[in-house]
Structure formats: C-alpha cells, structure tokens
C-alpha cells in the first residue's frame, strides 16, 4: 500500500488530503508538526511527503530538505498559499517534484499524487533562487505558468510564449532569463511588429558600414549583443518570411550575418519568443514556416487572459498601487473595497497593461491616500451596463478579506483598514471595535503604513 506524509500546521488541511487520498486507497500519515514528521519519516517507510511552505516552528522548503537528506529519492510535493514564481524556483530548485497553490481542487490533488509517484525515479532540475517576480498571481491558471518558468528556466530551450496583448509575455520572458544561468549575460527585447523588415533585419543581425543608405558604420546587431544571454522577439507572429528564413537559420546553425556583410559569426543566444496570434493557424494558411514553429515550440506557455483570472486583481492592484505610487511621488496606500469591486467586475479586454495604466491614471490624479470609485473612469462604473457598486457593508467587506486568502499579517492590515473605514476615520471609535486602546492603534497603523494624516481622533 502507498504510504503518503502529509504535513501542515492546519488541522483542517491534513484531514481535508487524508480524506482525498484515502479514497484512492492510500495510507495517509498526518503530521502538524514539522518535527514529528521527520520522527515519521524516519520510523515508516514513506512513498511520497506533501509539505505545505509556511508552519511556525520550521518551514516546509527546510523540512523537504531534511526529509531529502533522510530519503534523497523521496519525492516531495509543496503547498502554498502564496504562490508566486520566486516560491515555485525554491521549491522545485530544492528538490519538490511539484507545487500546489491553495486553495486546492480535490481533482488537481489526485493527479499531482499520481504523477509524483509515477515520476518518483525520474530526474529532478536543479533551479537557482533569483528575486525577480514581477509576474503577480495566484490562481490555478497563473500557478502553472510558475511551475513551467522554474522548469525550463535552467535549461536552454527556446520558449514560445503564447497570450493576448497585455498580458504580461514580456515579464514571463524575463523571468525565464532571471531564473536561468544566463541570467548574468545581457537580456535584449525587440518587438517584431513595430519594424519594417529591412530595419528589423538590421537590428537582429546587424549591418556593415554601407550595406544601405545611412549606414555610415558596422552594426553588430542583437543577436551579436546578447550572446551568451537571452533574446526576446516579441510578435513573431508579425515576422515575413524572408525574415522567418534568417530566424530558422540562427536556431539551427547557431550564427549570423550582418546584413551586407560575408562573415558569418557563431552566437549562444537562447530564444523566448511571443505572440498574440494563433501561429498553428498562420502556418496552416501558408503565412508562417511549418520548421521555424517547431524550432520556436520546443516549450510552450500559455498565458491567460485577465477577465479568465479576475480573482487575481486584488493582489494586482496591491502591486500596481504600489508602483505607481513610487514612481509618481504620490502617498497613496491601496483601493477601497467598493473601489476594488468595481475592478474585479470589468473584464479588462486590454489585461493586465490595461489595469496598469488605469491604476497609474488613477493614482497620479488621486486627492485621497485610499482611491475610491471616484477615482475610475467612467467607462468602468458603467461597462456591460453595470452600475457604480453600492458601498459594502462592513460584513460584507470582511468577508471579502478571504477571497484571495491572504497571508495573516496583511488580513491583519486590511481588517483594521476597513474597521477604520467603517467609523469614517475615528480613531477612538476604530480602538473601541478592535478592543485595543487608542495608543495599541496607532501602532499598528503606523506597522501596517495605513494613513492617519487628516484622521479625526475623537
């Protein structure tokens, strides 16, 4: 019989995973304590350990560790609530043969234990740790986009990454580099479609002096100067196909050629491309080379649109606040809950680069350190004939703390955020709801960095 380890400070979450895997006929040992389960793992015979990343007295990357030193072919699983790419590379990079992201579908459980137990002999990758983590989400659909970068990230192959404009190919590009070994060479980006093709030519390959009117010296071209790191080329959908031909010989051949130029020149470049187009189409209607996809395709990843991903916007509207009030000077904290409800009900046809702008805009005219509804172009209080949302009770915005199940310190901040927002500011009447005095309050705002300028205190 299959004997499972389950680890997680979470009594709820042991019992919910012993449950699932009991009905496969498994043996579950629950553990949650991170030290008993090291005394388990040590005493039975384990087949497979699933750890969740954060318990108080040791954290699941350090137990996978332990467990691994104990038992290297242990394969391990990891489970957060905070799923990012940063945490995907740890995890994977120490040795997890795969990562969930809670909450957890009964049916994603099953399959992750099938296929961790069915790959138990297989090699595992050997990821760096980085910190660029720009791309921000947590939903299912973002969480297998992590765990594709942390896997393809410490090789070389080239990557195609496939989305609608604004969804953020650019950053899963960067992320692929910061998170490989090339990530101490140089990472170069062109957009494919903002060039004609002779300038285009030119600035991937590169130029002698004279090739063409204005060339007035040698040139060596992207390729040429990202050698030994990454290129990007975005919207190679948009490429010609004399272009497409010099494309496929770089892949293969591994060398280029100034245009005008005799010498070819050999270049270490790996290729992440992108693109907004569906190219099996193109290549099926003759406007796209059959081999160059396939060369393009050796990993593919599908980035989703926002509006299939709207329980993300709140953490994205945290980063981009956060962002926009950096680079703008502006002290401005976060969104209200009516504020954020109207953001979550518009389906964003631009994306992610859409709400960017539009949190900036916001941001760069706001006269309050919370942005309101107010705040938002019109077009979004009344977009598919929706109206401005009518303001949240407190029970009602309470509840909307859970929705993207946060970490215990930032629900702190948010509850005492929307308490405070509840009694229009008052510091005295917000002490008297949390049951601390005026003093414990303005602590805990000034911890939290939530405004108090302005704020009445009786």
Known sequence: MTRVLVVDDDAVT???????????????LGATEPRKALELARTDAIDLAIVDVQMPDMDGLTLLSSLREHNPELPVIVMTAFGSI??????IGSGAVDYLSKPMDVDE?????????????????????????????????????YKTIARVAPTSATVLVLGESGTGKELVARAIHQHGARRK????????????ETLLESELFGHVRGAFTGAVGDSPGLFAEADGGTIFLDEIGDVTPALQARLLRVLQEHEVRPVGGSRWRSVDVRVVAATHRDLAAEVAAGRFREDLYYRLKVVTIELPALRERLEDV???????????????GKTVTGVSEAALALLRAYDWPGNVRELAHTIERAVVLAHHEVLSSEDFPRLLQHANGAA??????????????????????ELQRRYALAVLEENAGNVSRTATALGIDRRSLHRLLQRYRIPTRGVPSA
Do not use: N, W
Not at 120 to 145: F, K, N
Not at 314 to 328: G, S
Not at 388 to 409: E, G, V, Y
């Open 86 to 91: 940063h945490t995907a590379v740890k995890a």
């Open 314 to 328: 709140p953490l994205l509207v945290e980063r981009l606040v956060q962002c926009a009030a950096r680079d703008t």
């Open 109 to 145: 459980i099953r399959a992750t234990v099938r296929r961790a137990l069915r790959g138990r002999h297989e090699a595992r990758a050997e990821l760096p740790s980085g910190d660029g983590d720009a791309v921000v989400g947590r939903s299912p659909a973002m969480v297998e986009v």
């Open 14 to 28: 042991c019992g919910l995973l012993t449950d699932v895997l009991s009905e496969e006929g498994t043996l579950v």
């Open 388 to 409: 401005i949302p009518a303001p949240a009770t407190l029970r009602d915005r309470l509840a909307a703390l859970l929705d993207d199940r946060p970490p215990l310190r």
């Open 185 to 196: 060479h140089r990472f170069l980006a062109v957009d494919c479609a903002a060039l004609s």
